[in-house]
T-cell receptor, first 115, second 116 residues
Framework: NAGVTQTPKFQVLKTGQSMTLQCAQD?????MYWYRQDPGMGLRLIYY???????DKGEVPNGYNVSRLNKREFSLRLESAAPSQTSVYFC??????????????FGPGTRLTVT | AQSVSQHNHHVILSEAASLELGCNYS??????LFWYVQYPGQHLQLLLK????DPLVKGIKGFEAEFIKSKFSFNLRKPSVQWSDTAEYFC??????????????WGLGTSLAVNP
């Protein structure tokens, strides 16, 4: 049981390049989330998927797109990377539909640098 | 809109000192409350949570937190910190009956440094 996995762990992009961050969870959770973490700004929600087939914008969705490929996988795409997207990206999942406590489980993160 | 406020951004303590990190939230309805910890270079891990019942909850590594509904607070405490507690601590709230209760509202975090 690996929990939440993310790939890649590190990435360096040039301005304007595109890339997709991958996230998968093996806990059969319905909901998945993408956050970015920047110094002094805490965690900011980019997009989330409450259940398979649905996605919604979070606080900072501009410049990103997401795909909920199936129940396990939730990818984040940067179509044209900008230096302002340099950050650490975390994927999380939670199981909201069993009356549980809305706890989120986090992946190890992807450290992205855009030059 | 709901919000979470963590009063201390940076805390520096010596080993064996007591710790209390403040967390206040703004939402009048039913809440779930969480404290997460992020050790240097690692991902966030759940420290403890309040869902219902006893407002004093105990978590891992000797941490505890008390939910005081009248004060909209969920402060984190530890009687005696260790160097290994050096980390960033995040408070988060889920507003269970709000329009969108599938998200957590996060505080900005408190960076704790424990000197040996």
């Amino acid at each position: 049981n690996a929990g939440v996995t993310q790939t890649p762990k590190f990435q360096v992009l040039k301005t304007g390049q595109s890339m997709t961050l991958q996230c998968a969870q093996d806990m059969n959770h319905n909901s998945m989330y993408w956050y970015r973490q920047d110094p002094g700004m805490g965690l900011r929600l980019i997009y989330y998927s409450a259940s398979e087939g649905t996605t919604d914008k979070g606080e900072v969705p501009n410049g990103y797109n997401v795909s909920r490929l199936n129940k396990r996988e939730f990818s984040l795409r940067l179509e044209s990377a900008a230096p302002s997207q340099t950050s650490v990206y975390f994927c999380a999942s939670s199981d909201l539909d069993r009356g549980t406590s809305y706890e989120q489980y986090f992946g190890p993160g992807t450290r992205l640098t855009v030059t | 809109a709901q919000s979470v406020s963590q009063h201390n951004h940076h805390v520096i303590l010596s080993e064996a000192a007591s710790l209390e990190l403040g967390c206040n939230y703004s939402y009048g309805g039913t809440v779930n409350l969480f404290w997460y910890v992020q050790y240097p270079g690692q991902h966030l891990q759940l420290l403890l949570k309040y869902f219902s019942g006893d407002p004093l909850v105990k978590g891992i590594k000797g941490f505890e937190a008390e939910f005081i509904k009248s004060k909209f607070s969920f402060n984190l405490r530890k009687p005696s910190v260790q160097w290994s507690d050096t980390a960033e601590y995040f408070c988060a709230v889920n507003a269970r009956n709000a329009g969108n209760n599938r998200k957590l509202i996060w505080g900005l975090g408190t960076s704790l440094a424990v000197n040996p």
